[in-house]
């Protein structure tokens, strides 16, 4: 069985500094995708990065990028030149391309960040 | 391109009663996945459709059941509900050969009194 845990509850940042959120992970698979998912309240689900398994460099997206860990199974999310409209709760997520948790996204609890003016 | 569509946004459901939520997915998509987000917490996936059968289950009861119809849109119905239920209901589709692409719709937030 996958599982995923985010250990900050919340966290806060000011406008145009960087935050980094954390992330582990345990899975028995070999195959996977990890993600970091921004809902703000309007409830949509938003894919902000994703880091394929096999791919040791570190996934970017603009101001987004991660740390992946694999032997240490952490995914952290670093947040430069933080906005305002990044304020939003984060999950975490990992899906296995195989086995029997195939096509299953796993979530973490989440993070609420909070961007101070 | 419309994308991943959910009906109703809101219901308001009696314990006992039963409820059928619905997800249209995003254009090119074979496979549904619905997830249940309690208040404050992360998505718990419930199942997965493809070629319109149950391909994947999380640990949800019985009472939780879903279907895929040909043109690939999806339902999924709850029975004798309970307080617990109220969440977020969401919908996500994917193609089943690029499965980790999961797109979500908006939900359904569903209040059981």
């Known amino acids: 069985a996958q599982t995923v845990t985010q250990s900050q509850p919340e966290m806060s940042v000011q406008e145009a500094e960087t935050v980094t959120l954390s992330c582990t992970y345990d899975?028995?698979?070999?195959?996977?995708?990890l993600f970091w998912y921004k809902q703000p309240p309007s409830r949509q689900m938003i894919l902000v990065i994703r880091?394929?398994?096999?791919?040791?460099q570190n996934a970017t997206e603009n101001r987004f990028s991660v740390n992946f860990q694999k032997a240490a199974k952490s995914f952290s999310l670093k947040i430069s030149d933080s906005q305002l409209g990044d304020a939003a709760m984060y999950f975490c997520?990992?899906?296995?391309?195989?086995?029997?948790?195939?096509?299953?996204?796993?979530f973490g609890q989440g993070t609420i960040l909070t961007v101070h003016p | 391109d419309a994308g991943v569509t959910q009906s109703p946004t809101h219901l308001i459901k009696t314990r006992g009663q039963q409820v059928t939520l619905r997800c249209s997915p995003k254009?090119?998509?074979?496979?549904v996945s619905w997830y249940q987000q309690a208040l404050g917490q992360g998505p718990q996936f419930i199942f997965q459709?493809?070629?319109?059968?149950?391909?994947q289950r999380g640990n949800f009861p019985d009472r939780f059941s879903g279907h895929q119809f040909p043109n690939y849109s999806s339902e999924l119905n709850v029975n004798a509900l309970l307080l617990g239920d109220s969440a977020l209901y969401l919908c996500?589709?994917?193609?089943?050969?690029?499965?980790?692409?999961?797109?979500f719709g908006p939900g359904t937030r569903l209040t059981v009194t």
């Open positions: 254009s090119g998509h074979d496979t």
């Open positions: 459709y493809y070629e319109e059968e149950e391909r």
């Open positions: 880091q394929e398994a096999y791919k040791q």
């Open positions: 899975t028995s698979e070999s195959d996977y995708y």
């Open positions: 997520a990992h899906i296995a391309r195989g086995g029997t948790s195939y096509g299953k996204l796993t």
């Open positions: 996500a589709s994917s193609r089943t050969d690029i499965i980790y692409e999961q797109y």
